[in-house]
């Protein structure tokens, strides 16, 4: 039986959804299959946009068509456009037909999964998923739900807020250990002494979290590997220790933004353990390589971690927000945020996660089923194959580098980014990042690593093709001409 | 051109995408069009779902009809039914097909959009359509983008992040007022003590702001009404400042989730005010209610708000992840976030907001174009009626259950919330309750107020008519029957 209307129907009917949804598909995948034509990064002003509609809603329903008009005259000429192979900045961001596609269920399905019994499907699909991932890049049992330990797995929607929520659990577990040890301290007073560290490498979000979680954040020196090790760990300890304060939580990145470097967790994790300080391990971009046997090598030490994140929504296929965390212990981050009104309890409770204690919102989307989708119309192997191929046209980007020797790469070229500058000053590498995104057809961001300013390129696009890559590598090299050549005037 | 495939394809091919997503298109219209016949509450167990799919992701892809036919038989046996107008547990989340559109054009542009430059249209996008929101439930222009002054709006996930933001932000306020007061106190001195105040009505998300936030939140007692009033935050005030404590932060909640009651901000505003605390507003649910101008009184004193947020992903008919907050001066927020590396940074910044500094998270989706979309394509008109539909039918339901003398009416019947019980004991409510949820045809939470316990019925679909509002009565008052005449035996 369909609705009644008995009503006046104020809603979009179902026919006129599926003309409009059919319509979006199609506008997808044309703009999808067609976006290395478009200008990678906008060259609207700041205001743009604001001139383009009015400045109130309407009182009456527009038409589906006149929206659908809408996104190439409002919307496109603002997009910057993260899925072309034109696109090098950042880290790469997912986007995958399976993963749109599993959007569109959960957007109908609109479920709040916050606790079991709220949408038993949601929290069980995500402990399935979770426990497939991890099997996929190889993490010990521990980590895994089907263990029938403690461990498990949580989709959070960033790395940020997983690097956060490692934090707090952390901090409620030294805290409880600081209280049975030292009585008469109060809570303050162990707050004030609480010690984090990460390395100087490590993401900008892991400095926020220092910030919110209202803790010192020490941030050590990566060695000239930009690795940070166990040693440089360890004598920070020491020295805290010594001056009576109280370590508590390290974050290990495993492929920093700067240059994909990895912090030596092989390490740092004994040293975290020997001093029972909470391991986690930050590798937002670089983990979802681990389906690759051939990488896990770079992840060596995993058994030590407390936590371990890494997002499936930047390289492997799973439209954001997807950023998977696993837990050896949840009970200390569970412990921490829990509040447990009357509204949300229920009869089933202890016997399957409620996931609202896990993170720091409390609705979520049924966000596991785009993992499903993507793992099943993909495969391990496909995805493999994505990883590597991205890999492979970094190493072609870095051949064609090296072959220039008006070039230098600057630090050892891992995963998909190739880290290089004009030999010469920083400014000359400031003008030619400028001349390159200035020239509108690829995009790339700088960073500094010990004051020396350099170029990030990092491959982005499924659609890339090695004729990409030369297409990208002509464009920095010509714009080089042009900016070497004006230097010489 | 079409994107060449001169290497092997590992992906789902733009025909094939079409016919899926078409596919799911339908399967959605026909889902949500007959939702109402489905069992609102699944029977399921914990752990259903492991053994119903392999324990490991497949190697090789697997087709897409094949992952379409698994979701009648993995997925929806599980799925507590948010959309049918059977359900009445929590408060409603939204659901529409102009939104579930918008989403998919959000996944195939997949933009993060933590700066202006990483894609200006979804940051200006965003501005214009909390200012046309603003406009709708008429916020004074000091908290608008329009304004030209400091205030504007962001779209956070959830309206607990909105809460932790404004803790956030008011706390960074107060440090640096009580460091220029006190040259000599250091951080954790200050800290140890900051104040901050809620309703004991309040949601947990609020208790669980200050856990986060590492700082005392004091729970102040609604009055007979179960509004919080000025006096009471007043008494609180001049208590902790005596005490040496530090007030810093009020939160304000318009409609409640225990029984939609309304704190008095008309009064609390003026005494945050006085004592120069920041007063947020949560108005999560109620918030949307504020389109139709004859709603409006029940949000007097929002003037002297420092922020407000309510969420158009529960009652405005735009799919979750969508909560709107406005702040008078985000400077504060903004700069208690700031990590600034040289990645993110870009030339226009300063003229547009970036919103990365407004939020917890880095990364963030284009959700704009959900709120535009459903703008849009409903009008305000619509909007208005939807709101108006839902307040008729829980005044429906009153008058079925006042005419039956066997129950009453516990609170003030506000907006889309009923809150009612049998006449007697608690046991007595839980029988009921748990048998209405037994018999798996509505589904209902309950609440509890100074010990007295009570059912919720919250009106949340938006396919509700009249008929289905007599149906779930018909189910409460069967239940009662039932429960009734067992007791007697």
């Known amino acids: 039986m369909a609705n009644k209307k008995s009503l ?6 179902a026919p006129e959804f599926k003309d409009f949804a059919k319509s979006m598909v199609d506008y997808i995948a044309n703009y999808l299959e067609n ?4 200008p990678v990064l906008p060259s609207v002003q700041p205001g743009y946009l604001e001139k383009l509609i009015p400045s109130e809603a309407p009182s009456k329903p527009e038409s589906w068509t006149d929206v659908m008009a809408d996104i190439e005259r409002v919307i496109m000429p603002g997009v910057t456009h993260w899925h072309s192979p034109r696109f090098h900045a950042y880290f790469p961001t997912a986007n995958s037909y399976p993963a749109i596609v599993a959007d569109m269920l959960s957007g109908a399905i609109a479920c709040i999964g916050f606790t079991w019994i ?5 929290t069980e699909l995500e402990v399935v998923m979770m426990d497939w991932l991890g099997k996929m890049i190889g993490l010990p049992a521990e980590f895994l739900a089907c263990s029938g330990g403690k461990g498990g797995g949580v989709i959070q929607g960033t790395a940020s807020e997983a690097t ?11 805290m409880q250990r600081m209280k049975a040890e030292h009585p008469d301290w109060d809570d303050n007073t162990i707050v004030s002494k609480l010690v984090a560290y990460c390395s100087n490498q490590a993401h900008s979000s892991v400095e926020r979290a220092g910030l ?9 020196k990566a060695d000239d590997n930009l690795q940070l090790r166990g040693e440089t760990l360890e004598e920070a300890i020491k020295k805290d220790l010594a001056d009576g304060l109280i370590p508590f939580y390290v974050v290990a990145t495993l492929g ?4 994909c470097a990895f912090d030596r967790l092989d390490e740092i994790g004994p040293v975290g353990n020997k001093y029972n300080i909470w391991v986690h391990v930050d590798a937002a971009y670089a983990g979802s390589a681990f389906i690759c046997p051939e990488y896990r090598h770079l992840m060596a030490g995993v058994e030590t971690a407390d936590s371990f994140n890494f997002n499936p929504h930047k390289w492997m296929l799973v439209n954001f927000d997807c950023s998977a965390m696993w837990l050896k212990d949840p009970n200390w981050v569970v412990n921490a945020f829990n509040v447990d009104p009357l509204y949300l309890k229920h009869d089933q409770q202890g016997s399957a996660p409620d996931y609202r204690h896990w993170q720091i919102p409390l609705g979520r989307r049924f966000r596991s089923l785009k993992l499903w989708f993507v793992l099943r119309l993909y495969g391990i192997e496909n995805l493999q194959a994505h ?3 991205h890999i492979g046209f970094a190493q072609q980007f870095e051949t064609s580098c090296r072959s220039d020797e008006r070039f230098e790469i600057v630090t050892k070229v891992q995963m998909g ?10 400014e000359l590498n400031e003008t030619l990042l400028k001349r390159i995104n200035g020239r509108g057809k690829i995009h790339l961001v700088p960073s500094k690593i010990n004051d020396t300013y350099f170029l990030r390129m990092a491959v982005c696009s499924r659609f890339t093709q090695p004729e990409d890559m030369d297409f990208s590598w002509n464009e920095v090299s010509e714009a080089a001409t042009e900016v070497l050549k004006e230097q010489q005037k």
Chains 1, 2 share one sequence.
């Open 8 to 13: 006046e129907s104020i809603d979009m009917e």
């Open 35 to 38: 976006i290395r034509d478009r």
């Open 118 to 122: 709220a949408s038993p499907a949601c």
């Open 164 to 174: 956060l929520v490692g934090l707090l659990g952390a901090k409620a577990k030294m």
């Open 212 to 220: 919110l979680g209202g803790v010192q954040m020490r941030s050590l």
């Open 256 to 259: 920093t933004t700067n240059s």
């Open 387 to 389: 990883i590597r191929r």
């Open 417 to 426: 980014l190739v880290c290089f500058r004009l030999k010469g000053s920083n």
